[in-house]
DNA sequence: CTGAAAGCGCTAACAC
DNA sequence: GTGTTAGCGCTTTCAG
């Protein structure tokens, strides 16, 4: 148990004065060996630890940036997590969590406790997050890289899957072969993905002259969801259902089985995000490999060039999917 | 896009000293009405939010406490994350995440990071934390919670579940009705679980005079996991499986499937750790419910009390768990 | 009840 | 090369 030494005891220690210690301590060339072996010594002699807060403050810098989740339960948030974690060991940043609960979080109080905490950035992973919550973030000047959904504002940077794009080439593929009775979940924790998702299979259907309007609107919790998806498909038949998440993806396909829907033959199932599930499960579920890890990776990245005024090339970053074949769907 | 602006700016903006600002954002009784009220106006004119920073330094205090989990893709550790947010956000503290990816990270310099940046309190939940890092960190005087590790130590709380009693008493129920061929699974993303939960083994059969050896060692990876899983099944047989994680559960009943085991007739399987999929995957996977969030919120709870000096009953909580039967164990 | 001033620990000109 | 000093933005005695 020791007294929390500063810079100045070390600089006492040492016999120098504290801009020395400071020189060595953030690696400046300009000292010279002896000297700076005498401060290393007197360091490693006190436990020095640089006290990162009174760096801030000096610097006007804190290398922490703000990291806003809906909750950190999904699997998939898992992996952006780690993928930005991963990333910000690398360029030496930390990262201050905050999920919004629903119920108990307040958006507003959380964009004002990052506000209040003076990160260098935040990056938001969440349908949850309003225009407004951006704007105030950006006056307040602060840079943001929103992960998932595409924001084109000029002073935001994201990174995301074109949700649109992969549905609407599902659907026409399975159009194309004559299933022209597809349901899309609709995932209330991720409204925006689900619009983005609705889009793709109406801009499909129109493109072949039909229309779109199979969405199923399901209670957010998996025990009700699966009631009702349970009880939905006692009397409803699709050919194909997509869903956005693993369990609502088990969910379908439980229901199906209970009700003697045998899937792929009867129906086929996909589930747009892809996690370790997914493959776990029987039947596998053939879904979309999106890049959570990748995600998290390249928006934190994207952060440290921000914050680094390298060159964005991109404001906006999308990120490749790639189908997998399970056994919920037919080879065609 | 506004100037950051200080509690000098609104000092002048109100007419006042800024000691007065001080008083009114901290939420002081001494000033004045008539003071204050154009104190909160100059604020809000001015859209002054306090620099936590600075405030850190003054009060040597960053109402920010440090968080070290193995990795966020886990489906429990979401949980822990979860409930400790929530709390955290009651009494007002920040999260800082720190993950330890095998292979990238070095866990001294999280450790180093951690003191630097000057935590009031660290919550650990991993295996991977050695007491040499807990000792570092107690050297500089930081409170420590561990979670689900029963740390026995005068200046560390922990907050855990007694797996050890938990296989104990899961093993003696099935010894009793005769079963005694047990195997259990090697978790080794979780040594010390493992450890406790093979502890637990050898008491129950060593309590009716019998010897337990019957651990499977997996490799990590589900892949290759399962694989091994899968091969180990081909000639190998036994009466009961207890395995730590769902994805592990998982495996075991792929390749029981897979291997014309039938579950729970032939073989009976029990998770460890419950979560979500243990009740979506079919059949559904008898389990503990190892209380996650809880796990967290009651650490987060603890280190509040830890940090204002309020008494502490317990510097060891033990959850409890309860065990749920589902469809891979028969009932006795 | 309010203001002045010292200090929290460090960085970054600017001197020497 | 190294030391001196003025902040970074806020809290907190201590006066008044």
Known sequence: MMKRVTIYEVAKEAGVS???????????????????AKVEEAIKKLGYKPNAIAQGLALSKTTTIGLIIPEASFTYTGQVINGLLDVAKIY???IMLHTIT???TDVEKIIDV???????????YSDKITDDSISTLNDYNIPIVVISNRVSSESVCSVYVDFEKAICELCSKYIANGVTDIALLEDRKNVNTTKQMITGAKRAFSNNGLSFENYIVIPKEYRSSYKYVSDYFKDHRHQLVIANR??????????ARENGISVPEDMEVVCVIDTKYNSMVRPTISSFSIPSYDLGAVSMRLMTKLLQNEEVEDKEKCLNYLFTTRQTTKVY
Chains 1, 2 share one sequence.
């Open 92 to 94: 030496k940043y930390n």
């Open 114 to 124: 990052i506000i209040k905490s003076r990160v260098d950035g935040v990056i938001i």
């Open 102 to 104: 629903e119920g108990i």
């Open 246 to 255: 693993d369990s609502q993806a088990m969910a379908v396909l439980n229901a």
């Open 18 to 36: 504290l801009a020395t210690v400071s020189r060595v301590i953030n690696g400046s060339e300009v000292v010279k060996a002896p000297t700076k």
